[in-house]
């Protein structure tokens, strides 16, 4: 069995992900349970019956390259864990839209002579069954366009980045109507600052304190925090980010009262993601008290372990020929699902869904 997926947007993401798919392939389902990943197999697939077939990005230094050696290209700075063997998947030029902002345009190197490949043909050219949208948050028009082809070459969608698909009634009703399935939006991180923020929101619902006043801070090196620099580019990322910390409790705090979101680019970070997060509340007695965690990461290969499973249960739709937003598996990967449930509950329903039960 294979499945075979398409990467839109070569970055410090895709390159984790790649290296993981070379570092678990001789994880099966009767392995014991390894670090890292939260299924060895899921559906009957293993993560080494991943292949990738198709992938895109706008540098040159990827552009016209092996997908192995693009993924350790500059500017990506994440973690090299493992070797990738070559793939035989040459990168495309894909459209720059608004994939490069004012922020990091010096990050980049383009090449005129690199002419833009049709997409949705190379696509279909692939046998890409699923595709992956790792572009930078705020690409909106980006996003559009590479929806539009995903529609076009007949592929399923998983939705990365805070660019609302899944989520977004017009996007997901496309989707559906085309017989395709779409899971999204804004990838979890394995424990990042989103699921730690979460987790201990909905403690303090179920334990008694009333929250009165949070917020979560994030700082990095790489290529995404400084794109988000630009503060117009941030507004589906707070929404993604603060929905998910809100939808834990049963009351939601003011905006004045709740702040997240990346705050500064600190070069020397490279791919390393540090979060600030305070809370402060109110127990028994009415006597209060507050509580901060600082959380540091590699960032990049922090989601790559939750997309292996978005992938496979993705694949697991396919095969049962379901369409529009993938509920149970989206509300568990994605901060921004069509619909938010605890976490526990999110787990149960990904169970659930691979069982065939939902």
């Given at each position: ?198 987790v201990l929101t909905k403690l303090f619902e179920d334990r008694g304190v009333k929250l009165e006043h949070t917020y979560q801070l994030n700082v990095g090196g790489n290529t995404d925090f400084l794109n988000m620099l630009d503060r117009n580019r ?125």
């Amino acid at each position: 069995m294979v499945i075979r997926i398409g990467i839109i947007g070569v970055g410090n993401c895709a390159c984790s992900l790649l290296q993981g798919f070379e570092f678990y392939k001789d994880v099966d389902g009767k392995s014991e349970k390894v670090p890292g990943i939260m299924h060895n197999a899921l559906g009957g697939y293993r993560i080494s019956d991943i292949k990738p077939v198709v992938a895109f990005d706008i540098d040159k230094r990827k552009v016209g390259k092996d997908l192995s050696e693009a993924a350790f290209a500059p500017p990506n700075c994440t973690l090299k864990f493992s070797d990738i063997k070559k793939t035989g998947v040459i990168v495309k030029r894909g459209p720059v839209l608004d994939g490069v902002t004012d922020t990091t345009k010096e990050m980049f190197l383009f090449d005129e002579k690199q002419k833009e490949t049709d997409v949705a043909e190379e696509i279909k050219k692939s046998g890409a069954e699923i595709m992956i949208n790792y572009l930078p948050v705020g690409s909106e028009k980006a996003t559009e366009f590479y929806v539009n082809a995903c529609l076009e070459a007949k592929v399923a969608l998983i939705n990365a980045i805070p660019v609302f698909v899944a989520s977004e009634e017009k996007n997901s009703k496309r989707f559906k109507k085309a017989g395709l399935p779409v899971l999204g939006d804004d990838v979890k991180s394995q424990v990042g600052s989103t699921i730690v923020h979460r987790v201990l929101t909905k403690l303090f619902e179920d334990r008694g304190v009333k929250l009165e006043h949070t917020y979560q801070l994030n700082v990095g090196g790489n290529t995404d925090f400084l794109n988000m620099l630009d503060r117009n580019r941030l507004k589906s990322k707070k929404i993604s980010k603060t929905c998910a910390v809100q939808s834990q409790l049963e009351t939601e705090l003011s905006p004045n009262d709740i702040h997240i979101g990346p705050s500064d680019y600190i070069p020397f970070l490279k791919d390393k993601k540090v979060a600030f997060i305070r809370m402060e509340g109110r127990k028994f007695g009415n006597v209060p008290m507050n509580l901060e965690i600082r959380l540091e990461v590699e960032d990049s290969p922090n989601s790559a372990g939750v997309m292996i499973d978005a992938i496979r249960c993705a694949k697991i739709a396919l095969d049962r020929k379901l369409a529009g937003p993938i509920i149970g598996p989206s509300s568990y990967f994605f901060k921004h699902p069509p619909k938010q449930f605890p976490d526990y509950q999110a787990k149960k329903l990904v169970e659930e869904f691979v069982e065939g039960k939902k």
